[in-house]
């Protein structure tokens, strides 16, 4: 099994990012998708994250401005981020449940001017 995120980077605030999560050896479109995001020196959180059917799922504090779709051809799922605040700066991660939590390593995203 094999997460892999890409995307990041640093934005001016106000600015937005697509994030992506490629998947392989997991059956993907049966799976719900999560997106997660860990700021220095706090605890992971959720993010986002997408079921098998499509229904998306947003934390309170990215609502409105941030959008989770999915590929399952592609096996892919990607956060469109857009009006980035300074707070949003952290390491985003995708997980796949599959018996067990996989991860990816994830990618940084840094929103500052």
């Known amino acids: 099994v094999q997460l892999v995120e890409s995307g990041g980077g640093l934005v001016q605030p106000g600015g937005s990012l697509t994030l992506s999560c490629a998947a392989s050896g997991i059956p993907f479109s049966i799976n719900t998708v999560s997106w997660y995001r860990q700021a220095a020196g706090k605890e992971r959180e959720l993010v986002a994250e997408i079921n098998s059917g499509g229904r998306q799922t947003y934390a309170d504090s990215v609502k409105g401005r941030f959008t989770i779709s999915r590929d399952n051809v592609k096996k892919t799922v990607s956060l469109q981020m857009n009006g980035l605040k300074p707070e949003d700066t952290a390491v985003y991660y995708c997980?796949?449940?599959?018996?067990?939590?996989?991860w990816g390593q994830g990618t940084q995203v840094t929103v500052d001017s």
């Open positions: 997980k796949m449940p599959w018996g067990r939590d996989y």
